[in-house]
């Protein structure tokens, strides 16, 4: 049974930094692309990064390249979104992802989500 629980979030002030984490069960990372989505509220669903299921790709939007980072943990079945220089906009419920296959062009899964707050 595929489950992705996020922890992580938080309160934090403009400018701080938060890591969140996805613990995956139920299937191994290595085969899968993973991604981490959020939604601000009164707000559509907005992506903000990708890895593939080798590693090797990660993919960001303007929006947060520079200050996002995706990573993963293959002994622990964790990816992690590394963030800094946090904005009032990044305020949103974050929700990790699995894909399919290797690459990030679809989405079978899909974490609770985990509240990050952007607040002075």
């Known amino acids: 049974q595929v489950q992705l629980v996020e922890s992580g979030g938080g309160l934090v002030q403009p400018g701080s930094s938060l890591r969140l984490s996805c613990a995956a069960s139920?299937?191994?990372?290595?085969?899968?692309?993973m991604s981490w989505v959020r939604q601000a509220p009164g707000e559509g669903l907005e992506w903000v990064s990708d890895?593939?299921?080798?590693?090797?790709?990660?993919y960001y939007p303007d929006s947060v390249k520079g200050r996002f980072t995706i990573s993963r943990d293959i002994a622990k079945n964790t990816v992690y979104l590394q963030m800094i220089n946090l904005k009032p906009e990044d305020t949103a419920v974050y929700y990790c992802?699995?894909?399919?296959?290797?690459?990030?062009?679809?989405?079978?899964?899909w974490g609770q989500g985990t509240q990050v707050t952007v607040s002075s």
């Open positions: 992802t699995k894909g399919p296959g290797n690459w990030p062009n679809a989405v079978d899964y």
């Open positions: 139920g299937f191994t990372l290595s085969n899968h692309a």
């Open positions: 890895i593939s299921g080798d590693g090797i790709s990660t």
